[in-house]
């Protein structure tokens, strides 16, 4: 698993003002982003969800579980949704929330 990927993807899911300023291209800034890349990042590029499809997500039984709920919770987003809607859904905080969480327990692993 990429560590470093991740670490990237869920630091944007954590983040609403990075979300509402980059996902709806409203930042004036040439960084352009959206909920399918941020998961990509998180789930496909680092590897995550061989790691989950595996069970090998390292030892850390803490930050295994919150990475399991993390996949959970980001799978009931509609991701089909006009981003102005998408960026208040219920879901979606329940996501940052979690990926903030995840940060965290990842970082302590690492350090």
Known sequence: MNIEVLRE???ELSDEAFQRRVWT????????SSLEECLCSI??????TYALDKGDVGSDDDLAASLRRLDSITAAI?????VEQLL???????????????????DESAG
């Not at 329940?94 to 995840?102: N, Q, S």
């Open 43 to 48: 789930f496909d590029d680092s590897g995550l």
């Open 78 to 82: 509609d991701q089909r949704a006009p």
């Open 9 to 11: 993807g869920l630091l």
């Open 25 to 32: 291209n409203s930042g004036g800034d040439d960084v352009m």
């Open 88 to 106: 208040d859904d219920p879901a979606l905080r329940r996501a940052r929330e979690e990926a903030a969480h995840t940060l965290r327990l990842l």
